[in-house]
């Protein structure tokens, strides 16, 4: 399955699901556990079934007794689950319409925890209260047969654009279990955890595990033979979700829930100063911790520093805030070699007074790497900037780069996904990892990764050419047929001079000259900077033009069938001119791309990727790190003393002098866009919450 195959597949399924949704009285709270249970029990059944089918072909029958019958080892040895026959999906599916599906389903997911103490207490079990009507729904809606087929991860990327979905629509008490995946996947690509002990002491639904298993998938690496998973979670739901999300993956890992994993007060795996890597999206600005206790106050995981008396203690934060708390508990249960990434408000890194303090004996170690400062909107349920913080301890050890912090401002870099919400594009996200590796000395990432754009605005360019001579010769095609058409029909119906005159487009001639030019060009495209940036420019200035022509040209059609009735005349008929148009607009589509869809064309596409290659070669012209004004700075310890110890990238790399260069008016009409229509839903939104409140004062 492909990767738009798959995204399309994702869409229709939250359409199906949401609409159930709205079509019943629950919340979406309450509707995501079951839903995204649902989905873990698709996933179970078909690995079943293809491990079950593995198993009968590989066992050849004794001759006296027969087949060795299939047991639940069987299934653990090739890392699947085994599903007794009523928590198999065809079983429940098939059921019935006189039996209950909703006791079915929660004893299928009872039985399948009694099964594996892994999962005990961890499916969803409330079924029973759902409408049997609204659940045989939904389990059709998973039982579509491209998903009977599908292998893979497909399940997993299910789960968590579900998981993404229910974070957005406020799901899990306002979505705080789900890190954007646009974060998650910037701090697993700059602390590359490849191996070891990975902790997440936050771990929510356990997505930055989820990431790490497929950036080691694509280093051609098994998660089960490199790291070992461990998270603590507080929230009994989030932690639910997590292991559920582990198993639809196929990782497996220690997750931790309760009051006992309360990071605040326990360190539960003991893992101080153990850990390779650690990762988390933790509570911000957090109020309440009891800082008497000894437990928080002798706690190992705490920087220490001699008093004026010479004696150790520990960096307590004064105020009432749990953030530099966390800052160190990142730091403390780290190795010598290990790295941290997490997300932490932007106000940490200038807080003052203690946690100022704490910050400069922090930097002062040599430990602190990275921090990248992210823009508004990325959170689902908070649209305040947040940064992300980066250490590795291997740098305390290394005289050159202890001295040495990469200060990257992220702010300006975004997509806009609805008016509301942000995240970085695949492409983005790649180029802001160049960057880290540039700092580090890696030039390989960046040249494969501009060579990559290069290859695939250069495969764009030329199926663009072959398309636009296809969509140019099917727009001369319906335009001598109708044109053909009107001469004769006007010579015996003189009132209809104007359908002839309306034909007459002004700027098909200027659009055939251009797609020729563009055709030209594109077929000789090349991986190179300079001839892709000739043919980026055709592709942006052909597009409104094309489109400008293939809509007066049908509204014409549209006209005159309407006006003169064509519809009713022979050789009209004969001409099948719709089916002519369809073609014309199917063509049009695979170039302009298709707003409904949400799938951008060939046009914007190949311009795309030379402009995602030109970004990093106009600023890193020589493949090698340089700063970067309004964009990155490598500072060292005094620069940063010098700034009062702010861990604030804005503070550092100034203001972007050619951000009005650079400045693109069409992508900027198109955030406008998704902002109005945001603006629109809202206001309907408002506008029923308003009817529904006059009627009730009414009556």
Request: hydrophobic letters at 35%.
């Amino acid at each position: 399955m492909t990767g738009k195959q798959l995204k399309k597949l994702e869409t229709e399924l939250w359409k199906a699901a949401d609409q159930l949704r709205a079509n019943s009285k629950l919340t979406a709270t309450e509707y995501s556990m079951p839903v995204l249970g649902l989905i873990f029990l698709r996933h179970a059944y078909n690995r079943f079934a293809k491990v079950k089918e593995e198993i009968e072909k590989d066992r050849t029958p004794h001759p006296q007794r027969g087949k060795k019958p299939i047991t639940k080892s069987d299934f653990l040895e090739k890392n699947a689950l085994y599903l007794p026959e009523n928590a198999q999906y065809d079983y429940l599916v098939n059921l019935p319409e006189s039996e209950d599906i909703g006791e079915a389903l929660d004893t299928a997911m009872k039985d399948i925890e009694t099964e594996y103490d892994a999962l005990n207490g961890v499916l969803p079990k409330n079924y029973s209260n759902f409408g049997k009507d609204l659940l045989r729904e939904l389990l059709r809606t998973f039982n579509k047969e491209v998903l009977k087929k599908a292998e893979g991860d497909v399940f997993g990327k299910i789960y968590e654009y579900f998981l993404n979905k229910f974070a957005m629509t406020g799901a899990q008490e306002g979505g705080e279990f789900f890190t954007p995946m646009s974060l998650v996947q910037t701090i697993v690509n700059v602390i590359e955890p490849d191996h070891g002990t990975v902790f997440d002491p936050a771990v929510g639904s356990a997505g930055m595990f989820v990431q790490t298993g497929y950036f080691l998938q694509g280093k051609g690496l098994q998660s089960a033979e490199r790291v070992n998973f461990y998270g603590q979670e507080k929230t009994e739901m989030n932690t639910r979700l997590a292991k559920m999300n582990l198993a639809v993956h196929g990782l497996e890992g220690k997750i931790i829930g309760g009051d006992e994993a309360n990071t605040y007060y326990n360190d539960y795996f003991t893992l101080v100063g153990d850990c390779d890597f650690v990762m988390a999206n933790p509570p911000f600005n957090v109020d309440g911790v009891d800082k008497n206790k000894d437990v928080v106050k002798k706690d190992p995981r705490l920087l220490t520093v001699k008093d004026e008396d010479g004696k150790l203690k520990r960096l307590l934060p004064k105020n009432d805030n749990a953030n530099y708390l966390w800052i160190q508990y990142f730091y403390g249960y780290l190795k010598q070699t290990g790295r941290a990434g997490f997300v932490m408000a932007s106000s940490a890194s200038d807080a003052g007074h203690s946690e100022k303090e704490i910050r400069k004996e922090l930097v002062k170690t040599g430990a602190v790497d990275v921090m990248i400062a992210i823009g508004n909107n990325f959170f689902y349920t908070r649209s305040l900037p947040c940064t992300l913080w980066f250490f590795d301890r291997a740098k305390e050890l290394d005289k050159v780069r202890k001295d040495k912090v990469l200060m990257l401002d992220a702010r300006k870099i975004y997509r806009k996904v609805t008016s509301k919400i942000n995240d970085f594009s695949p492409e983005q996200l790649q180029n802001l990892i160049c960057i880290v590796n540039l700092y580090r000395g890696n030039t390989k990432k960046f040249e494969t990764t501009v060579s990559g754009y290069l290859q695939k605005a250069t495969e764009l360019a030329k199926e663009t050419a072959e398309i636009t001579e296809q969509l140019k010769k099917q727009i001369q095609k319906v335009h001598k047929t109708v044109s053909d058409f009107a001469e004769k029909f006007v010579k015996e119906n003189e009132d209809a001079v104007s359908f002839i005159d309306a034909l007459k487009i002004e700027e098909l001639g200027i659009l055939t000259e251009q797609q020729h030019k563009l055709i030209s060009e594109a077929r000789k495209a090349k991986p190179d900077i300079k001839v892709l940036e000739e043919i980026a420019l055709q592709c942006k200035s052909i597009r409104k033009l094309q489109d400008k022509v293939i809509k007066q040209l049908i509204e014409t059609i549209v006209n005159a069938q309407k006006e003169l009735q064509l519809n009713k005349n022979k050789d009209w008929k004969e001409l099948k001119v719709k089916e002519q148009t369809d073609e014309l607009k199917e063509l049009q589509k695979q170039l302009s791309g298709d707003p409904d869809e949400e799938e951008p064309g060939l046009l914007h596409e190949t311009e795309y990727f030379w402009k995602q290659a030109n970004w990093l070669t106009t600023r890193f012209p020589k493949g090698s790190y340089i700063d970067v004004e309004g964009l990155c700075k490598v500072v060292s310890k005094k620069e940063i003393e010098d700034k009062d110890w702010s861990l604030s990238p804005g503070r550092y790399v100034g203001v972007d002098a050619t951000s009005d260069e650079d400045y693109d008016y069409e992508e900027r009409l198109s955030e406008i866009h998704i902002e109005l229509d945001g603006l629109n839903e809202e206001a309907s939104e408002l506008a029923k919450t308003i009817s529904v409140n006059y009627k009730a004062l009414v009556v």
